[in-house]
């Protein structure tokens, strides 16, 4: 029911990536075929050519009409005029059941995927665009505008979501055009605050996060390379990362001036300090326990373009455009413009002082925006709900002994480490963690029983079964289903400039 069912919209990172990347290879109904593996198989698939059902979705079972018959499978899925019902993944059975969910990917900054033109380079002009569209996406589909609405995103949307989260909650505020129903923002291995971020790459490499409870390799950066990172090059960085924001900070989209000089030269040496040890070891930066086998982006994904470039794909979706994987040049026009290093986690406190609830996730196996700099942008927010802890509960779910997440949650402010999730958490050991945040009442997530426990780190510790409202987690080699699954709607939008 569109006019209850919480609404989700996906925003990719890049900057300059396509949302249909995630659509396709992460968190969407349906993958595109690539290579003959025994899923794609069973469905028929050829390289590029079909999509089938994607089994570790947030959306479960793709409707069978849209799988039986001999249309490009699943065309549905992306076209805007059009939406593919699917039942969600949800397992166990035990509590309340979550809300159906509605999701839309979104190609953005313009030139993006589908979307036309260039000319957007900061989180200004981000912000203001999707402002603009989503005051006309809810003028014009007036059945949503009493959902609960929200806006995740990953990797360099950790810029992209705070902006335009907060640029929505300004408009609301001031009353200015149409109300954004906003409910609350994800964020998944996002970069967020590179102040405290980039400072942890060197433990991430060198310890791989498990001195404090993570589960990536060691010695993936050499203890020699660790050194020479912690003692000359992270200070550098820092240095640089100061004045970079030196005039915009705490708010960048404010309109102060941006130094981009400044910020440039400051990208260069955090960049060589963080990328340049990591790419020698030949290691994938998104899943430290593999190679990167493929291009820069160490995944294979031509076969996303082969399907999005048919023409009966295209005539369906209405574009005359190549799709590319990622726009480069927007990339580059974003790192000229000094937006890369500027800091984004203090637009958040004004969020959660009103109540739009904050959730940072990430894969604890991810180097590039690992969980470690994550967590302490989290715990750094600015918000003085962190400071408020309260009770651990330990409690051992009746269904199963294992846990496959953590999280801390405080007045609002929710953090979730994925255990031996790479960089795309949403597509792999909790797919449903996301959604079942979406659908539930966060202050539930929050100890009630227990005593009361100081937590070092300024949030309280919930296992994630319990966040999950009882057995509701996706275990890493199985999982549970409910016969009551809610359905999920799912559809794409391009952004025009």
Request: with cysteine; net charge neutral.
């Amino acid at each position: 029911n569109p006019s209850s069912a919480p609404l989700v919209m996906w925003l990719s990172g890049g900057p300059g990536c396509s949302s249909q990347l995630a659509l396709f290879a992460e968190n969407g109904p349906c993958k595109v075929a690539r290579n003959g593996g025994l899923e794609e198989v069973d469905s028929g698939a050829r390289v590029g050519q079909f999509t089938y059902r994607n089994s570790a979705s947030w959306h479960y079972a793709a409707n069978a009409a849209c799988l039986v018959d001999k249309r490009p499978s699943c065309v549905d899925v992306v076209t805007p005029a059009e939406v593919l019902w699917s039942t969600a993944r949800h397992a166990g059975g035990v509590g309340p059941m979550y809300e159906p969910m509605q999701v839309m990917w979104v190609d953005q900054p313009a030139g993006v995927g589908f979307s036309t033109r260039i000319g957007t380079h900061d989180e200004k002009g981000v912000a203001n665009n999707m402002l603009v569209f989503l005051q006309k996406f809810f003028a014009a589909f007036p059945q949503y505008q009493n959902t609960n609405f929200y806006i995740f995103g990953e990797s360099y949307a950790g810029h992209y979501v705070p902006a335009i989260t907060h640029r929505i909650w300004s408009a609301n505020k001031a009353e200015e055009g149409q109300k954004i129903p906003l409910k609350g923002l994800a964020i998944g291995n996002g970069l967020t605050d590179p102040l405290e971020q980039y400072k942890w790459y060197p433990e991430m490499g060198h310890f791989g996060g498990q001195q404090e409870g993570g589960h990536a390799p060691q010695n993936v950066i050499s203890k020699g390379d660790y050194y020479i990172m912690t003692k000359g090059l992270v200070p550098a960085c820092e240095l640089g990362i100061v004045a970079c924001n030196r005039g915009v900070d705490p708010d960048p989209t404010s309109g102060g001036v941006v130094n981009a000089s400044a910020c440039f030269a400051a990208y260069d040496a955090c960049n060589f300090m963080a990328i340049m040890p990591y790419e020698l070891t030949g290691k994938n930066p998104y899943d430290m326990r593999k190679m990167c086998t493929h291009g820069r982006l160490c995944y294979d994904f031509d076969m996303i373009g082969t399907y999005l470039n048919k023409p009966e794909v295209q005539t369906q979706l209405g574009v005359q455009k190549k799709w590319g994987s990622c726009n480069y040049a927007v990339d580059l026009s974003f790192v000229a413009a000094g937006d890369w290093l500027l800091r984004y986690q203090n637009l958040l406190p004004d969020l959660l002082a009103d109540g739009i609830d904050v959730l940072i996730y990430a894969g604890d196996v991810d180097y590039i925006c690992n969980w470690l700099g994550n967590k302490a942008s989290a715990r750094n927010a600015g918000w003085v709900g962190t400071t408020r802890c309260q009770a651990e509960t330990v409690r051992k779910p009746a269904c199963s002994s294992s846990q496959v997440a953590k999280l801390r949650s405080s007045n609002g402010l929710n953090f979730m480490q994925v255990f031996e999730a790479p960089f795309e958490p949403s597509a792999k050991n909790v797919t449903k963690g996301p959604a079942e945040w979406v659908g539930g009442n966060t202050s539930e997530f929050r100890a009630s029983e227990g005593p009361n426990t100081r937590v070092s780190d300024g949030f309280q510790k919930v296992p994630l079964w319990q966040w999950m409202k009882g057995c509701r987690v996706f275990h890493k080699k199985r999982h549970l289903r409910s016969s009551r699954a809610p359905r999920c709607i799912a559809f794409l939008v391009s952004l025009q400039s």
